[in-house]
T-cell receptor, first 115, second 109 residues
Framework: DTGVSQDPRHKITKRGQNVTFRCDPISEHNRLYWYRQTLGQGPEFLTYFQNEAQLEKSRLLSDRFSAERPKGSFSTLEIQRTEQGDSAMYLC?????????????FGSGTRLTVV | AQRVTQPEKLLSVFKGAPVELKCNYSYSGSPELFWYVQYSRQRLQLLLRHISRESIKGFTADLNKGETSFHLKKPFAQEEDSAMYYCALSSGSARQLTFGSGTQLTVLP
């Protein structure tokens, strides 16, 4: 499968713990996005990278959240001191600059449950 | 700020019947709109975009700027069309998507 890969698929953690998710985009894609989806809602934009630069962050991304994309390849999303409200599906998507939003390829997501 | 509204959470139709999934948007600029679909246990994928004015799997959607709508239509629904459908609007230099809350379509035999 040469699509967007996300790891892990599921994560259960205790409130207050830190968690880290990984996204491997399609190799030639230079744009990478993180979205969050809660039950009954559509995905909500969190942050965007072009190559290794983080160019946009939603106000949904509190200071407990940090994302990186070293060397413009894979990306990690870390949540510190998790709260029950962080329980959601975290989606990664990638695209090639110039193609636009229709060029998005989504990963299968990481489902986080905070207990 | 942009907003996408899908007023129907659930929609059921019989096989062979026409189907229309509603989408309304609010955006101050020139909108770029999409429909995404998520079949059971599969990832989110693009169904169609208004710019291309194409028909995918028999579905079409027309942008109506006067009514700020982008409804998805299919004249004869099939059971394999059962899925969650999201309307989305692209904006900003990052081309991020603002999604509606989705409509779960069930096509009954």
């Amino acid at each position: 499968d040469t699509g967007v890969s996300q790891d892990p698929r599921h994560k259960i953690t205790k409130r207050g713990q830190n968690v880290t998710f990984r996204c491997d985009p399609i190799s030639e894609h230079n744009r990478l996005y993180w979205y969050r989806q809660t039950l009954g809602q559509g995905p909500e934009f969190l942050t965007y990278f072009q190559n290794e630069a983080q160019l946009e962050k939603s106000r949904l991304l509190s200071d407990r959240f940090s994302a990186e994309r070293p060397k413009g390849s894979f990306s990690t999303l870390e949540i510190q001191r998790t709260e029950q409200g962080d329980s959601a599906m975290y989606l990664c998507a990638s695209s090639f600059r110039g193609v636009g939003a229709d060029g998005y390829t989504f990963g299968s997501g990481t489902r986080l449950t905070v207990v | 700020a942009q907003r996408v509204t899908q007023p129907e959470k659930l929609l059921s139709v019989f096989k062979g019947a026409p189907v229309e999934l509603k989408c309304n948007y609010s955006y101050s600029g020139s909108p770029e709109l999409f429909w995404y679909v998520q079949y059971s246990r599969q990832r989110l994928q693009l169904l169609l975009r208004h710019i291309s004015r194409e028909s995918i799997k028999g579905f079409t959607a027309d942008l109506n700027k006067g009514e700020t709508s982008f409804h998805l239509k299919k004249p004869f629904a099939q059971e394999e069309d059962s899925a969650m459908y999201y309307c989305a609007l692209s904006s900003g230099s990052a081309r991020q998507l603002t999604f509606g809350s989705g409509t779960q379509l069930t096509v009954l035999p």
